[in-house]
C-alpha cells in the first residue's frame, strides 16, 4: 500500500478507493467484472447476484455497479442523498467460513483500522420483494455509521439458495467520505490531485443529478414509460418462452440472461413511474408483484441453464 | 458430581434474540436431561452476541440401571405370541422367562428385563447433536459449502464451534464427543473479535469464564448491562450531568458488545432548540446511544454516551467522532423534520387524513376523526368540559400523525401534537388532549386528568368498540387485533378513578355509527333508556326489558324502521354493555376488590352506570362482612330455595301481594310489616345512590327472616296459607333485589 503514489491512496481519492477495494477482492480470487451495461436500482440486480446466486456452482466475483434510485434525487441539494450512486458488490459462493474476516481485512485495504474503530455487525435482515428474494445478515456499522450490508442469501428469484452465496454490498460515497473526512458528498476528492488538478465528485456528477432530478420528478415521459414497462413484460415472457431447447421437456433453458435483462429493465421502469408519482398506492404492490413474477420466471430459467444447473 | 460446560460459537447473533436463545438452551438441555432420568442440581445459560453458553452442574455421572418386569402370553399360548414376546424382550429361549400363577386366567410367562444404565457422556453425546440441530431459532439460515445438501445445518448465523466438556470440578473433564455438520465438539473457543481474536483452550465453567475475560469478553450479559450503566452514569457524573436511564436501551446494548467500553460525546448546542423527546428518539433508536441531562435544569444536554466494543488505541477519540458525525447528521434532518412542521397547521393536515383507511368497513380516519368529534362534545358536560373545546381538542387530537417528526418516530404521536398545538397558540387543555387522550395504553399507564382530555379518550375508546361491535369483529380468545379490551379497560379506569357517571346505552347509541345500530342515518335520538332507570319494584325481568324497549323504539323510529334492524340495534348495545361489565369484574379482581358481586349488582337493574354499580358492589361488600348481611344472605337464599322448589311442583309463580288477612302468625305479620319498611326505606335510599343507608336498611329486615324461618312452617297444610306464605317468601327476595340479585352470589 506504500508504494502507491498519494494521489492514489484510498483516503485521497475516490477513484483509489475503488481501485483499492478491487484489489483485495481480486486478491481473494474474485473475478473483477466491469458495471452491468443496464439501469438497475442496486448491485444485487447483476446477473452477476441475481442469477448466478442460483445453483451448486462456485462463484466469486466483485463489482462496482452504478445504482439509480429516481426517488431519492435532491436537486443536488442533499448533502447524502443520490439518485445515482456507486455501489461496490462482492459475491461468494459457497460462502467461505471466513467471509466475516475477509470483509474486515477489505476495511483495512480502505483505511479502516479496526484498531482504532469500533465496527459492528447489527442484525438487518434482507428482504428484496422485487426480486423474490431473502437473506440474513447485518447491517456492517463503523462507528457508528452504517457501511456496508452483509447477507448470507437464502433464497434469490424465488428459488432456494443451495449452495448459500455471501454476499456484501459496500456504500462507496459514504464509506469515501468517512474515510476522507468530508461531509458533502459533492466534496469528495475524485481523483486524488490537489489544487488545479483536484476533479471532486460534484464536478463528475453535481449537473448529473440537478438533471436527473428534474427528469425523474417533473418530466419523464410517462406515457413512454407505462408502454416500456409494458413491453419489457412482454419480451420478457416471450424470449422465456421461446427459451426452451427443443425437445428437452423444459429441462433446459438457452435465453435466461436475455429475458432477465427485460426484467431489469421493467424494473428500473417501475421506479422511474414510480419516482414521477403516477402510481397509486394500491397499484404500486401490484406493480412489484409483476417484477416478482418477472424475476421468478427467470430464476426458474437460469436453474436450466449450464451455468445454473446442478451438476 | 460433574458438571457439563456447552458454547455455541457463531457470527454475530442478533441482540433480541438472545436472551431467550440463552434460556431456551438451558430449558431444552435441562428438559433432556431429567427425561433420560439424569437429575441436576443447577444451570445456567448466558450469551454474548458471538456465543450462547450453559453450565449444567451436579449431574450424575451416569444413568441409574433400570428393572423391569414384562408380562407375556399365557403358558402353553400360540407359538406366534411365544416369538414375538421373546423379540420384544430380548430373550433367547422361553426357559429364560419365569412363569406366574395366576388362580383366575391360568399361567403366563414374565420377563425380567434389565437395563444398564448408561455414562452420561454417552447420553450428552446423543442429545446434544439433536439439540443443536432443532433448537427454536425464531429465523434461522444455511451457509457455506454443505447447504448444497438438503437437511444442512441451520443456525441464527453461521456456526463455527463447539465446546463440550463434562467432569468432576476437580478432575481434567472429557469431551463430550459428537459432531454437527462437520463441526466437532472440543474444548476451543476464541476471544474477543479484535482485541483478542487467538483460539482459547478451556476445561471446565470456572476457567472457560476467566479466560474469557482475559480474552476481553464478559460472558454474562447482566454483567455487560451493569459496566455499561456504571460507566454511563459515571461518565455522565464526572461533568456535573445525569445519565437518562434507559433500561431496554442497555439490555439491547448489552446484546451488541462483548467488551462495553462507555464513551461520552457531544453535538452542536443549535440542536437542543429540539424537543427533548425528538432528540432522544434520534439519538436512541437511530444510534443506540443513550442521552444525558442536566440537573440544574432538567433538560437533555448536547452529551450523549455510546457504547463500543473494543478500547481503541487511540483511547476512543476516532470511534467518538465518528459517531458525533452521524450524530450530528440525523438532528441535522430532525432539526428539519420539526421545523418543517412547525410550518404547518395542524388542521391543514386534515384533508388527509380522508384518504388513509381506518378499517375497510369503518370507513377513513377522517370519518373515525368526525365521529370522535361529535360523541366527545356529547361527553363533554357529563365530564364538567367546555363543548367548544372538546371540539377543537378532538378535531386536532391525531393530526400530528401525518408530521414529518411523527412520520420518522411513531412513538412521539400525540407528544408531538401536543408541542405543535401549543406553538399555533392552541389552548393548553386543547394541546395536552392530543397527548392524553391516547391514555391510558395498559394497566399500568397513568390517565387523562383533564376534563378535556377525558371527553376525548373516552369518545376514542367508546368510538372504537361501538363500531367494531358494529361489524361484529369482537375481540375472541387470545385474538384481539384492534386491542378492544384494551380500549373498554380504559374507559372503565377513566370512569371510576375520575368518578364520573356516564350513561353507556345512552352513549353507545349517540355514537353515529350506521353499522352499529344497522339503520342508514336514523339514530337513537340520546333516549335516556326508560328500560334503565326506570325504578320498577323489584327490578326488571328480561320481559319487562323487551316490552320497554319495543315501545322505546316505536316511539322513536315510528314505523319507519323496520323491527328486525331495532332488535339488531338493541342486542348490540346489550352485548357491547355486557362486554364492559365483564371487563368491569376482572378490573376490579385486578384491583383485589369484590368482582363476584358484580353480577349480582348489575342484573338486578341492567345499570349501565359503571360508576352506581361499582358503589353498589362496594356497599354490598361492606353489608356481606357484617352478621346482619351474611344472615340476610342466608335468609333469602333459604327462601328463594324454598320458592324454586315450590314454584316446580305446583308448576305455578307466588308474584303478588300476600294477603294480609291470611297471617295468622305474629311472625308473619312482623316480616310483612320489616318487608314493607325496608322496600321503601331501601327503594328511597337506592334511588339517592345512598348505599351505605340502603344496606343497614337492608339489615333491618334479617331479625324478621329469622324469626320467620325459626317459628312458621312455611308448607301449611291449609293451602290457602301455604299459598300465602309463599307469596310472602317472594317478597324478600323482591326486597332485597332493591339493592342486589343475591342468588347470584356465592356463599
Known amino acids: ?311 | 458430581m460433574p458438571d457439563l460446560l456447552l458454547e455455541l460459537f457463531s457470527e454475530e447473533i442478533p441482540a433480541r434474540m438472545q436472551a431467550k436463545a440463552a434460556d431456551d438452551l438451558r430449558r431444552v438441555v435441562t428438559d433432556k436431561l431429567v427425561a433420560e432420568g439424569l437429575v441436576y442440581e443447577g444451570a445456567k445459560a448466558f450469551a454474548t452476541p458471538r456465543r450462547l453458553a450453559l453450565t449444567v452442574h451436579g449431574i450424575p455421572i451416569r444413568q441409574s440401571d433400570l428393572k423391569e418386569e414384562r408380562r407375556g402370553p399365557r403358558v402353553g399360548g400360540p407359538d406366534a405370541a411365544i416369538q414375538g414376546f421373546l423379540k420384544a424382550t430380548g430373550l433367547a429361549r422361553i426357559e429364560d422367562a419365569k412363569i406366574q400363577t395366576d388362580p383366575k386366567k391360568g399361567d403366563f410367562y414374565i420377563a425380567l428385563i434389565e437395563k444398564p444404565g448408561r455414562a452420561t457422556i454417552d447420553v450428552l453425546a446423543e442429545i446434544l447433536p439433536v439439540i443443536i440441530r432443532t433448537f427454536p431459532w425464531p429465523k434461522s439460515m444455511r451457509w457455506g459449502e454443505r447447504s448444497v445438501k438438503s437437511g444442512s445445518l441451520s443456525w441464527v448465523r453461521p456456526l463455527h464451534s463447539i465446546i463440550a466438556t463434562f467432569g468432576p470440578e476437580t478432575e481434567e473433564p472429557d469431551v463430550v464427543k459428537f459432531s454437527v455438520d462437520g463441526i466437532e465438539a472440543g474444548q476451543t473457543t476464541f476471544g474477543h473479535r479484535f482485541m483478542a481474536p487467538a483460539a482459547i483452550s478451556v476445561r471446565r465453567f470456572a476457567d472457560y469464564e476467566a479466560k474469557l475475560k482475559a480474552a476481553k469478553v464478559v460472558l454474562d450479559p447482566q454483567a455487560r448491562r451493569d459496566i455499561i450503566l456504571a460507566d454511563a452514569k459515571q461518565l455522565a457524573f464526572a461533568q456535573g450531568f445525569e445519565l437518562v436511564e434507559d433500561p431496554a436501551l442497555a439490555d439491547e446494548v448489552a446484546g451488541l458488545v462483548e467488551w462495553p467500553i462507555a464513551l461520552m460525546g457531544s453535538f452542536d448546542e443549535e440542536y437542543l432548540t429540539i424537543p427533548d423527546e425528538v432528540i432522544r428518539a434520534t439519538i436512541r433508536n437511530n444510534q443506540k446511544c443513550f442521552v444525558v441531562s442536566d440537573p440544574k435544569t432538567g433538560k437533555l444536554t448536547n452529551k450523549f454516551i455510546l457504547t463500543a466494543n473494543i478500547e481503541a488505541t487511540d483511547g476512543g477519540k476516532t470511534i467518538i467522532g465518528g459517531n458525533e458525525r452521524v450524530i450530528r447528521a440525523r438532528l441535522s434532518d430532525a432539526k428539519f423534520f420539526y421545523e418543517t412542521d412547525l410550518k404547518t397547521k395542524l388542521e391543514s393536515r386534515l384533508p388527509k387524513f380522508e384518504q388513509i383507511v381506518f378499517h375497510e368497513k369503518l370507513g377513513s380516519e377522517g370519518q373515525h376523526i368526525r365521529r370522535v368529534e361529535h360523541l366527545a362534545v356529547e361527553i363533554a358536560p357529563l365530564v364538567g368540559a367546555d363543548k367548544e373545546t372538546v371540539r377543537r381538542a378532538a378535531r386536532l387530537a391525531r393530526a400530528d400523525r401525518l408530521s414529518e417528526v411523527v412520520g420518522e418516530f411513531p412513538e412521539l404521536q400525540g407528544l408531538m401534537g401536543k408541542y405543535y398545538a401549543l406553538a399555533q397558540g392552541e389552548d393548553p387543555s386543547v394541546a395536552a388532549a392530543s397527548e392524553e387522550h391516547y391514555k391510558p395504553q395498559g394497566q399500568s399507564d397513568g390517565l387523562p386528568t383533564n376534563p378535556v382530555s377525558i371527553a376525548v379518550a373516552l369518545a376514542d375508546k367508546i368510538d372504537m368498540l361501538v363500531g367494531f361491535w358494529g361489524i361484529n369483529e369482537k375481540p375472541t380468545g387470545s385474538k384481539d387485533p384492534y386491542a378492544l379490551r384494551r380500549a373498554a379497560l380504559g374507559v372503565i379506569r377513566i370512569i371510576l378513578e375520575n368518578q364520573i357517571h356516564l350513561p353507556l346505552v345512552d352513549i353507545f347509541t349517540t355514537s353515529d355509527i350506521e353499522n352499529f345500530l344497522d339503520i342508514k342515518s336514523a339514530r337513537l335520538e340520546g333516549p335516556r333508556l326508560a328500560l334503565v332507570r326506570l325504578e320498577e319494584q323489584g327490578g326488571l325481568s328480561q320481559g319487562n326489558v323487551e316490552r320497554l324497549w319495543h315501545r322505546l323504539v316505536d316511539k322513536t323510529f315510528a314505523d319507519a324502521v323496520v323491527e328486525e334492524e331495532a332488535k339488531t340495534a338493541k342486542d348490540r348495545v346489550f352485548d357491547l354493555l355486557d362486554f364492559l361489565v365483564d371487563r368491569l369484574e376482572i378490573q376490579l379482581r385486578a384491583v383485589g376488590a369484590r368482582h363476584d358481586l358484580v353480577k349480582a349488582a348489575f342484573s338486578v337493574l341492567l345499570e349501565d352506570d359503571l360508576l352506581t354499580i361499582v358503589r353498589r358492589v362496594e356497599a354490598l361488600g361492606k353489608f356481606l362482612d357484617t352478621d346482619d348481611g351474611k344472615n340476610l344472605l342466608a335468609g333469602t337464599k333459604r327462601a328463594s330455595n324454598i320458592l324454586s322448589i315450590e314454584e316446580k311442583r305446583d308448576k305455578r309463580t307466588f308474584d303478588g301481594a300476600p294477603d294480609a288477612g291470611l297471617y295468622n302468625l305474629p311472625e308473619e305479620k312482623a316480616l310483612a310489616q320489616a318487608i314493607d319498611q325496608v322496600k321503601s326505606e331501601a327503594g328511597g335510599a337506592v334511588a339517592r345512590e345512598d348505599f351505605a343507608t340502603a344496606m343497614s336498611a337492608m339489615a333491618k329486615l334479617r331479625p324478621a327472616v329469622d324469626a320467620f324461618f325459626d317459628k312458621v312452617k312455611v308448607n301449611d297444610d291449609e293451602p290457602k296459607v301455604r299459598e300465602n306464605r309463599l307469596k310472602l317468601l317472594n317478597e324478600i327476595r323482591a326486597a332485597t333485589r332493591a339493592v342486589a340479585d343475591f342468588s347470584k352470589i356465592e356463599g
Open chain 1, 1 to 311: 500500500m506504500d508504494a502507491l503514489p498519494a494521489h492514489m491512496r484510498p483516503e485521497r481519492s475516490f477513484q483509489g478507493f475503488i481501485l483499492a477495494l478491487q484489489r483485495f477482492w481480486a486478491e481473494q480470487g474474485c473475478v473483477i467484472l466491469q458495471p452491468y451495461d443496464m439501469e438497475m436500482g442496486a448491485g444485487t440486480f447483476h446477473p452477476a447476484t441475481t442469477l448466478r446466486a442460483l445453483g451448486p456452482k462456485r462463484w466469486n466475483a466483485a463489482y462496482v455497479q452504478p445504482s439509480r434510485r429516481p426517488k431519492d434525487g435532491r436537486y443536488g441539494e442533499n448533502p447524502n442523498r443520490l439518485q445515482h450512486y456507486y455501489q461496490f458488490q462482492v459475491i461468494m459462493k459457497p460462502s467461505p467460513p471466513n467471509l466475516q474476516d475477509l470483509y474486515l481485512k477489505s476495511l483495512a485495504a480502505i483505511g479502516i483500522d479496526s484498531s482504532l474503530h469500533d465496527i459492528r455487525f447489527v442484525e438487518d435482515d434482507w428482504e428484496s420483494p422485487t426480486l423474490g428474494a431473502w437473506g440474513l445478515g447485518w447491517e456492517c456499522w463503523c462507528d457508528g455509521m452504517e457501511v456496508s450490508q452483509f447477507t448470507y442469501f437464502q433464497q434469490v428469484a424465488g428459488v432456494e439458495c443451495a449452495t448459500v452465496a455471501g454476499e456484501l454490498t459496500y456504500g462507496l460515497e459514504r464509506l469515501a467520505m468517512y474515510v476522507q473526512g468530508v461531509d458533502r458528498v459533492y466534496d469528495l476528492n475524485f481523483n486524488g490531485r490537489e489544487g488545479a488538478d483536484k476533479v471532486t465528485y460534484g464536478d463528475v456528477f453535481l449537473q448529473a443529478e440537478q438533471e436527473y432530478s428534474r427528469h425523474n420528478f417533473e418530466h419523464s415521459d410517462s406515457e413512454m414509460l407505462f408502454k416500456q414497462f409494458t413491453m419489457a413484460e412482454e419480451a420478457c415472457r416471450k424470449y422465456l418462452a421461446a427459451g426452451w431447447k427443443e425437445g428437452s421437456n423444459r429441462k433446459e433453458h438457452l435465453m435466461a440472461l436475455p429475458a432477465y435483462d427485460q426484467c431489469i429493465k421493467a424494473s428500473h421502469v417501475f421506479n422511474l413511474l414510480d419516482a414521477r408519482g403516477v402510481i397509486s398506492v394500491t397499484e404500486r404492490q401490484s406493480y412489484i408483484m409483476r417484477v416478482r413474477e418477472l424475476a421468478k420466471a427467470c430464476g426458474d430459467a437460469w436453474v436450466h441453464t449450464e451455468a445454473g444447473r446442478a451438476v
